[in-house]
C-alpha cells in the first residue's frame, strides 16, 4: 500500500476516533442527562458504550474499504474522492455529541445527542424491529404492484393509440394528486388499512413509471422498427424485443423516481392510520415527546431508503450494461 494512501486512510478515520475520544474523555457537564444501564445477553452497556462501539464498526468498515481499495487504481481514485466527506461526518458527530448530550446546548428534548438516539434501539430494538419489518413488507407489495401496473399501463399508452387516446388525459390528471388525498376513499374502499395503504403506494409509483414508460416507447424511432420489420419481426416482437429495450432508460428512471414518491407516501399513510410501521412508531414517540426515538426511526428510514435505491441502482446497471461506455 502507498504510504501516502495510508495517510489519506488515517484522515478518514480521525473524524470518527475523534469522535469516539471526545465521547470517551470529555466530562458529562450537564446533570440533566441520565446514563442507564441496559442488559444485552450477557453485557451491561449504557448508550455511550453502544454509540462508541458504533463509531468503531463505522471507522472498521472505511478501514477495511481503504485496504480493499488500496489494491487498484480506480477503487483508490473513488476512495479518495470521500475522504472529506467521511472525515466532516466524524467531526460533525464530535459536535453533535458535545452540544447535544455533553453540554446540552441544543434546545431539548427536540434534538437529542447521537448517543440518545442509541438509547432508542437499546431500550426496545425488538418493537422498532418489528415496526421496520412491517414497513418493509407495506413498501415491497405496493411499490412492485406499483411498478408492475405502471410499466404495463405505459406499454399500452405508448403502443396502442386508442389507448394513449382514453388514458393519457387519465393519467395526466390524475399523477398531479398526492397519493395521501385518496386516503379517505381508500379507507372506506379497502377492508383493511394495510390494503388501503398497499393501494396508495401503488398509485404514487403508477404515475411516474407509466408516464416514462409510455414517453420511451414511443420515442423508440421508427427505423428501429422498420429493420426489425425486414427481418420478421411480428407485433410481439416490435414491442418487447424493440421499443422496450429502447424505453429502459427511461422506465428506470420512472422506477427510481417512483421509488422516492412510494417511501414518502409509506411513511405519510403509516403516521395516518397504521398498526405499525415506522411513521407509526413516530406518531407514538411524538406523543410522549421521546424525540430520540424520532430521530432513531428517521435514521432508519435513510438507511433503508439508500439500501433500496442502491439495489435499484444495481439492478439497473446490470441490465443496462450496454451503455457502459456511451455515458460519462
Known sequence: MPIKFAGEIALTLSGFVIAILANIFVPQVSPDVIIEDYQIGSLTVNMNIAYRFILGLIAAFYLALGIYS?????????????????????????????????????????????????????????????????????????????????????????????????????????????????????????????????????????????????????????????????????TFHLVFFVAVPHAMPQIFTGINTACAFAFTTLVMAEMMGQPGGLGYYINASKVWSAYYKVFAAIIIMAILFSLISSAIKMIESRILRWQRGLLK
Open 70 to 234: 488500496s489494491t487498484e487504481k480506480t477503487r483508490r481514485k473513488k476512495f479518495k474522492k470521500r475522504i472529506p466527506f467521511r472525515f466532516a461526518m466524524g467531526l460533525l458527530l464530535f459536535i453533535w455529541d458535545l452540544t447535544g448530550t455533553k453540554l446540552l446546548l441544543l434546545p431539548q428534548p427536540f434534538f437529542p445527542g447521537p448517543a440518545g438516539i442509541v438509547r432508542a434501539f437499546l431500550m426496545e430494538s425488538g418493537f422498532i424491529l418489528q415496526n421496520t419489518l412491517y414497513s418493509l413488507r407495506l413498501f415491497t407489495a405496493g411499490f412492485l404492484l406499483g411498478v408492475v401496473f405502471g410499466v404495463g399501463t405505459g406499454m399500452l399508452i405508448g403502443w396502442f393509440p386508442k389507448v394513449h387516446y382514453w388514458l393519457s388525459p387519465v393519467l395526466n390528471v390524475s399523477g398531479i394528486i398526492p397519493a395521501v388525498a385518496w386516503m379517505p376513499f381508500a379507507l372506506t374502499l379497502f377492508p383493511t388499512p394495510f390494503v388501503a395503504a398497499v393501494f396508495l403506494i401503488v398509485i404514487s409509483a403508477w404515475f411516474p413509471v407509466a408516464s416514462l414508460t409510455a414517453s420511451g416507447i414511443q420515442s423508440t424511432p421508427k427505423t428501429l422498427f422498420e429493420v426489425a420489420r425486414t427481418l420478421g419481426a411480428n
